[in-house]
């Protein structure tokens, strides 16, 4: 595995529902994202922390809110979604935002909004 | 601005063939080029990276890029297709200036056919 893991792998809510996704990262690393993945479409990205400060927020709706309260950990929180933020959130780290640096991604959460 | 075309949704090659899998890229200044590959089920990992340099870049399972700047292009090659090399590729792209967050194509399928 890659050292970063996710929290839920699959997760069902409605609509009304708060729910959130955990990300950890195991390799030291000092950057943190994440993305959203559909089908037949480019990986988007939605939010990046270095040294736990948010540098970059895609433009993401105010329904996902993220957290980063250490380097090691991440979080998305989720309220209000609506079907179309159905996908799959992929968490990734690397050890620096600047330079080639190579990502390392989680498994991803499969989330389903009904 | 940045971007990453990846032109074929799906890619056919029998097992012992040789397999390309094309990339064009659009950025400012010179690229840091990437591939990744997905398995179903998993996250994103590694295969290989263009910093600078030969322009032929090995990677991970056999796996090579050939960074061709006149045309802007860092196609994925392997001279001989397994089957279990099947899953989902994604070239991506950053400016080795200005913004250090990757673009991402919204990658192409890799069927390799017994």
């Known amino acids: 595995e890659t050292g970063v893991t996710q929290t839920p792998r699959h997760l069902v809510m409605g609509m009304t529902n708060k729910k959130s996704l955990k990300c950890e990262q195991h390799?030291?690393?000092?950057?943190m994202y994440w993305y959203k993945q559909s089908a037949k479409k480019p990986l988007e990205l939605m939010f990046v922390y270095n040294f736990k400060e948010q540098t970059e927020n895609n433009s993401v709706p105010s329904r996902f809110s993220p957290e980063c309260p250490n380097s090691s950990h991440l979080f998305l929180h989720l309220h209000t979604l609506q079907p179309e933020d159905s996908a799959l959130y992929l968490c990734a780290s690397s050890q620096d935002p600047a330079g080639a640096e190579t990502q390392y991604f989680g498994p991803g959460t499969r989330l389903l909004v009904l | 601005a940045q971007s990453v075309a990846q032109p074929e949704d799906q890619v056919n090659v029998a097992e012992g063939n040789p397999l390309t899998v094309k990339c064009t890229y659009s950025v400012s200044g010179n690229p840091y080029l990437f591939w990744y590959v997905q398995y179903p089920n998993r996250g994103l990992q590694f295969l290989l990276k263009?910093?600078?340099?030969?322009?032929l870049v090995k990677g991970s399972y056999g796996f090579e890029a050939e960074f061709n700047k006149s045309q802007t292009s860092f196609h994925l090659k392997k001279p001989s297709a397994l089957v279990s090399d099947s899953a989902l590729y994604f070239c991506a792209v950053r400016a080795t200036g200005g913004s250090y967050i990757p673009t991402f194509g919204r990658g192409t399928s890799l069927i390799v056919h017994p």
């Open positions: 263009y910093i600078t340099g030969d322009n």
């Open positions: 390799l030291g690393h000092n950057a």
